[in-house]
């Protein structure tokens, strides 16, 4: 079965640094490109990070760049996000998703990111 | 960066009837634009790519077209499982979403 499963969520003061991990099965990881996309709560989706399945070509929205850093290992078929500097508008629950010549086609459940006091 | 409009918020329709979602990007996207559907707790799933055509698996009720800078998204036959939030997507330059339309039961 093709499938993605994100951890590392949870609670973190505000300028806190959280790392999370994106598990793949079921498909050659390696010659995927990935995303990342965010939700806050009762919010619309928000695009925030695109590595290319090589790793060498990556991007990131306005509102992390700087901050968070992609990666990843596709020996171990997983992909990170690592998150410095946290704010509370970073509160959002963060998926992963391949990306196919259809588009963002698989993706994984969420974890979720608290930036609280 | 290129901003994705959606209308209406809320779209009220019955079962059985169709619905038509609106999506206009501050650009022109050429045919770089996907639907995704989310329903409550669940990831969103991708619907529509190239701004027409069905990915794997999804009903024919399901139909998007446009281009350059206005697109739809309908849906012929309304079934229960249709309603739910629905977003579009340019991807391009990099990628950005609409805010949503809330597609619910009349």
């Known amino acids: 079965e093709v499938q993605l499963v994100e951890s590392g969520g949870g609670l973190v003061q505000p300028g806190g640094s959280l790392r999370l991990s994106c598990a793949a099965s079921?498909?050659?990881?390696?010659?995927?490109?990935m995303t990342w996309v965010r939700q806050a709560p009762g919010k619309g989706l928000e695009w925030v990070s695109y590595?290319?399945?090589?790793?060498?070509?990556?991007q990131y929205a306005d509102s992390v760049k700087g901050r968070f850093t992609i990666s990843r290992d596709n020996a171990k078929n997983s992909l990170y996000l690592e998150m410095n500097s946290l704010r509370a508008e970073d509160t959002a629950v963060y998926y992963c998703?391949?990306?196919?010549?259809?588009?963002?086609?698989?993706w994984g459940q969420g974890t979720m990111v608290t930036v609280s006091t | 960066e290129i901003v994705m409009t959606q209308s209406p918020a809320t779209l009220s329709v019955s079962p059985g009837e169709r619905a038509t979602l609106s999506c206009r990007a501050s650009?022109?996207?050429?045919?770089?634009l996907a639907w995704y559907q989310q329903k409550p707790g669940q990831a969103p799933r991708l619907l529509i790519y190239?701004?027409?055509i069905r990915a794997t698996g999804i009903p024919a009720r399901f139909s998007g077209s446009g281009s350059g800078t206005e697109f739809t998204l309908t849906i012929s036959i309304l079934q229960s499982e249709d309603f739910a939030v629905y977003y579009c997507?340019?991807?391009?330059?990099?990628?950005?979403f609409g805010q949503g339309t809330k597609l619910e039961i009349k």
């Open positions: 998703a391949r990306e196919d010549i259809e588009g963002q086609d698989i």
């Open positions: 079921g498909f050659t990881f390696s010659t995927y490109e």
């Open positions: 650009q022109s996207v050429s045919s770089n």
């Open positions: 997507q340019q991807y391009e330059n990099w990628y950005s």
């Open positions: 190239g701004a027409s």
């Open positions: 590595i290319s399945s090589s790793g060498t070509t990556i």
